[in-house]
């Protein structure tokens, strides 16, 4: 099993910037794919930003582009999203999301974690 907690959300003006976590944890496991999601109320939760196991490739929803940066370091086993130039309109519980590999497997995993408010005021 793996654990994914993340950190880091918050009530922030129009303008502002938070920074997200999201440390893993567990035994004899590899992190593939990482990303993150978020989730209005009364909304779908939908892909943000993602980024490839060696931090090499990243991709972002169009919303956030130029605003939001993803991260990884990867022998901490945490995952990063930087939010700069936040609107009212990021307003969201935002998840992480991680494909996780065991040694004694060769099939991958999804885990959430368990979210992290974000508001915007205006």
């Known amino acids: 099993q793996v654990q994914l907690v993340e950190s880091g959300g918050g009530l922030v003006q129009a303008g502002g910037s938070l920074r997200l976590a999201c440390a893993a944890s567990?035994?004899?496991?590899?992190?593939?794919?990482m990303a993150w999601y978020r989730q209005a109320p009364g909304k779908q939760r939908d892909l943000v930003a993602s980024i490839t196991t060696g931090g090499g490739s990243t991709n972002y929803v169009d919303s956030v582009k130029g605003r939001f940066t993803i991260s990884r370091d990867n022998a901490k086993n945490t995952l990063y999203l930087q939010m700069n130039s936040l609107k009212p309109e990021d307003t969201a519980v935002y998840y992480c999301n991680a494909r996780v590999s065991f040694i004694y497997s060769i099939d991958e995993y999804s885990y959430w974690g368990q979210g992290t408010q974000v508001t915007v005021a205006s």
């Open positions: 567990g035994k004899n496991f590899s992190l593939r794919t």
